[in-house]
Structures are given as C-alpha cells and as structure tokens.
C-alpha cells in the first residue's frame, strides 16, 4: 500500500514567488495535516483538513493557505515567498483525530 | 498550550549499547506518539502509544499518562538508530505538537 505521498521532493524559488506544495494520504485516510520543520526544530504544526474542511490552523501567516480536494489529497500554497520560509514541508495523514498519523517523505523548499 | 520537552537532546552511543529516551509533557493528552527522523528528513512512526507499553522487536515504549511521562527504550543499538528521535502529543485534534527531539549518534 501507498503511504503519504508529497511532491515534490525539492525545489528551489526566489523571495516574493509563490509555491504550491502537493500531499495525497493514504487510501482510506479523509484527515490531513501540514507541518513546516526547519533546521534544527521539531514540526510546527500549519494546518489540518478533515472532509475538506479546515479543522485547525497553526500560527502562520495569512500568506499560507491550504486546501483538500473531494478525493482527500491536499495542497499547502505560500505567497510572497520569504527566506525563512525555508523548511522542510511535512504532509501527514490519519483516519481521524485519535489514530495514529503517518508522514511522507516532505517536501524540501529552498528560498533564494 | 501543551509544552513537550525531550530529554537527553543528544546522545551518542557505541553499538550494541542500550538507551533510554523520556519525554514530558505538560498536560494531560489523548494521543502521543514516537517518531524516527532518518537523515533524509522522513518521519517513521515508531509507536502509537497514549498509555500503556509496546515493544516491537529492539525497540520498547512505555506511557505513565497519570504522571505525564513516556520513556523510548533502544536495546542493542545499530548505527541505523543514529537520527533524531522525536515524541509528539495531541488531544484528538490531529495537530501533533513535538517535543524538542534527541539525537541519537551510534557509532561502529
């Protein structure tokens, strides 16, 4: 079986461009969360998506907006891009609250 | 909100040695859970473990949810372990909030 897939797996902007980060979860699995680790840290958590709707929004600003498409997949955008947007972009997914939540491999956004 | 602290934040160990890995959190949590983070940055869960005790093959868990603790346990430790380990908490909200991490080095 598929785990949590992210794509992509690199990718290298310039400040002030804007991303979009792509997450599909594991078959069966409608909750899906985004995290931002950067060097050094734990994963800070940035959003999470439930039947399509937002469940759960971290401290980040309004330039991080996210959504959940009909099929479960998800896609986490950033605007205006900043240096310290640099991070590993985390992608997890789970049956719901109160089971277990698996990780994908990240995705790995360098801000130039 | 809920702080997660982990302890020690680094380690480093010879091969075929054991460790004990603790994290505390503040608060009383639905959920906690132990990842491994390889040097590629994916995290492995490890354990799915609000109370109680698990082991799976070297590795073991255990959860006191009354006094707020949890503790990882490696046994016969291999240079695949290095990497930082990382407890995260949640109170059914699916927004997971880790601990600080250690990193564990085992050299040959």
């Known amino acids: 079986d598929a785990g949590v897939t992210q794509s992509p797996t690199h990718l290298i902007k310039t400040r002030g461009q804007h991303v979009t980060l792509r997450c599909s979860p594991i078959?069966?699995?409608?909750?899906v969360s985004w995290y931002q680790q950067v060097l050094g840290q734990g994963p800070q958590f940035i959003f999470q998506y439930y039947e399509k709707e937002e469940r759960g929004r971290g401290n980040f600003p309004d330039r991080f907006s996210a959504r959940q498409f009909p099929n479960y997949s998800s896609e986490l955008n950033v605007n205006a891009l900043l240096l310290g947007d640099s991070a590993l972009y985390l992608c997890?997914?789970?049956?719901?609250?109160?089971?277990?939540?698996?990780f994908g491999e990240g995705s790995w956004l360098t801000v130039v | 909100g809920i702080q997660v602290e982990q302890s020690p934040p680094d380690l480093i160990l010879q091969e075929g040695a054991n460790s004990t890995l603790r994290c505390n959190f503040s608060d009383s949590v639905n959920n906690l859970q132990w990842f491994h983070q390889n040097p590629w940055g994916q995290l492995i869960n490890l354990f799915y473990?609000?109370?109680g005790t698990k082991q799976n093959g070297r590795l073991s868990a255990t959860t006191v949810a009354t006094e707020r603790y949890s503790l990882l346990y490696i046994s016969s430790s291999q240079t695949t372990d290095s990497g930082v380990y990382f407890c995260a908490v949640d109170n059914n909200t699916d927004k997971l909030i880790f601990g600080t991490g250690t990193r564990l080095q085992v050299f040959p």
């Open positions: 473990i609000p109370s």
């Open positions: 078959s069966g699995h409608k909750s």
């Open positions: 997890a997914s789970s049956l719901g609250s109160g089971n277990t939540i698996y």
